[in-house]
């Protein structure tokens, strides 16, 4: 027997069903009790009696000496027990963002293992799902996903990619969901190996077939990343090499003749009776409901979407009458069939089985349902209300319907379309009635964001697909004022949340649309898209929307605007090491902001002027133009100018040997650093260079030192590589703190701070500052 380890009875439990992959209901099945009951054992919720325990230890094939062990161990809180035979299950969860499904799993008994023990080979790196709309694809690889978290320390992360319409879009999507921020120039596969390396990774990428050209880019991501592995679902293939399919079969379907006793070893079975329950708790298969289950099951060819409509139609039919209406020779089957030849069978009974619960309803909450598939994403109330044109108590009303009707899901307030479904609500709508839901769209997201321009970031991100949607609605129409407006409302998320590249192409589509626009409009678009093309590293891009905008602002009379673009083209010029150019830039910017009504607007070009004189070795020059700033910017103001300036003061002081001067300049830098985080990168640097100053520095100061610039060069991969004026001092500081300490501290010193959040980092920095 293995040394015995310290282990929770749960975790041990657990670990040893996997090792045997069995699933929770499947041990349940075998020891006689219900998959949740195995859940809350697991989770150290609850114990199991002694005669539990014993036909566990069956089930789990534990014999001898350790079964006498496991018997002692489940009625205890703590045990000693063996390791199970199952290697990579983490001491802590595994991070991931798997959807909580609000209805029942139905087991799929021979798909989970069969999918989870093709992730575990070590030649499977991509395994797609595939199958039509409604065979389960979606489920399953959730529940797949979740039984494989103890293998993915490094994160389980689902992505949904029905919103997504560009191919180029799927790995800043991914990335969000990792959270992973793109790279200054674009290039996310750079960042997911940094931040993945050595990281065993599960991404679930949802609905792949409508951005199937992505593929490329995943495998890209596969090359870079050896230790990720990737599930994807699709109705079709995606057609690399590497990849590894999974038809996705319909759910196992009674024979006829199936008598009660069996049918709910049936897989299509145990979904009807399930859902049937939910609003027939009472509901049970027996001799008087066992042949029309049996025959609506065979029926649905066990598709599982197909199933739950059947099940929700007993809400209003009984189960002898949906049994009958579908066995009619004339019926629903052949009225709502699609005619195109080469759709599969299964498909054609798919989008029947949404046609029989679509007649169902009454013509309101029909009309309501096709407008709805506006939405790509989920929804709140107050959307959905002014889409349907209805009042707030119409539409609760007909919402309630299609949830009833299993035509809408319910999620924590919200609601949302199933893709097929949203598909033939879609199909069912006229151009005019699609226009209109279309208009209303658009119009409500317009106006969520003219009225509530302060939105915080996770409300915006509540309803990010349906902003991106009605944007691009909105391009799509050549309304561009619209577009420019929901832009310039937008851009503060791009550019916080790691959307840049998103950001930056709706930008330039807005602005390429024709018709006038408002000068003032049109400028701000410009000014976004270049802070966009700059913090990509893009650098001429920068520069030549900059000059349209100027361009713009000089005809438009709009003088005064062009001051704070100026000052970006100057820290632009900057980081190119043009500082010729960049004074050029910045001088005029703070003529211009002189003649401003507010003097505190010169603050900023006078910072980067001194910084200037700074690099080019003019202390004298730098210090006087650090001091000009310092008076002319009021204590209360906080940003980034302010960021900039103590951190360069923070330098200069340090150059003088003055340790205790830069430590003040860096606390008066923190307030504004701590929510930017590439001035925060720059007061890291500062930081590491007053731990190693005066040229004695202990083996702790040199750790610490250390630390921030790992954290610095961490971070670094959300944005621009910091500018030429700090290169060299990152260069120096990091030599002198590697030369003072020893292998391997460092190195375990640098892996583990590179990979600290903002929030670790800050905490760190913080403390540090004040030891």
Known sequence: MDEPIPVSFGYWLRRRRKALDLTQAELGRRSGCSAAAVRKIEADERRPSLE????????????????????????????QMPEAPLSGAPAMATPNDL?????????????????TALLRRPDVRLLTLTGPPGIGKTRLSIQAAGDLLGDFPGGVWFVDLAPIVDPDDVLSAIARHGGIHELADGSLVRRFRAAWQNQKVLLVLDNFEQVVDAALQVTALLRECRDLKVLATSRMALQVYGEHEYPVPPLSVPPPGAGPDTLMTYESVELFVARARQHQPTFRIDANTAGPVADICRKMEGLSLAIE??????????????????????????????????????????????AWSYVLLDPDSQACLRRLSA?????????????????????RHWLAKLVDHSLLAPERGRWRQLEMIREFAWSQSGSEERVQAQQRHAAYFHQQLRQQPARSASAVAEDYDNYVAALRWLIEVQQATAALEMCASLSWYWETQGY??????????????????????????LYQAAIFAWQRHDFATALALGDQAIAVARIAGLAGEIAGLLNLMGRIHIEEGDFVRAEAALRESLNLARQHPDPSDAGFPITQLGEIAWAEGDLITAQALFDEA???????????????LHTDRAELALVRGDAELARHELRQALPSSRDHVRRFRYWLVTLAGLKLSGGHATKTQASEALQCLAAEEGLGEQGAPLS?????????????????????????????ARRWTMAQALAQAERWLEG
């Not at 230890?57 to 006498?68: T, V």
Request: charge should be neutral; glycine fraction near 4%; charged fraction near 20%.
């Open 724 to 752: 030429p004026v700090y290169q060299p001092l990152i260069a120096r500081r990091l030599a002198t703190a590697r030369a003072l300490l020893p292998e391997p501290d460092r190195t375990v010193l640098w892996v583990t």
């Open 99 to 115: 959807p909580a499904p609000l209805t029942s799993l139905v087991d799929r008994r021979h798909d989970i293992p069969a999918v």
């Open 52 to 79: 539990l325990a014993g036909l566990l230890a069956d089930a789990l094939e534990i014999k001898g000496e350790e079964r006498e062990a496991f018997l002692r161990a489940a009625r205890r809180q703590a045990v």
């Open 630 to 644: 310092l008076a002319v910017v009021p204590p209360s103001a906080m940003g980034v100018s302010r960021a900039m």
């Open 375 to 395: 939405f790509t994403a989920s929804f709140a109330l107050e959307a959905a209300t002014a889409v349907c044109a209805a009042s707030t108590t119409e539409t």
């Open 500 to 525: 840049v590249h998103e950001g930056l192409a709706m930008v330039r589509d807005s602005l390429a649309l024709p018709g006038a626009v408002d000068p003032q409009i049109r400028f701000n678009a």
């Open 309 to 354: 409509l059947a099940a929700a139609t007993l809400r209003s039919l009984s189960l002898e009458e949906l049994a009958a209406e579908l066995g009619r020779d004339r019926d629903w089957l052949h009225a709502f069939r699609s005619p195109a030849r080469d759709l599969p069978q299964r498909q054609q009974t798919l989008a029947s089985a949404i």
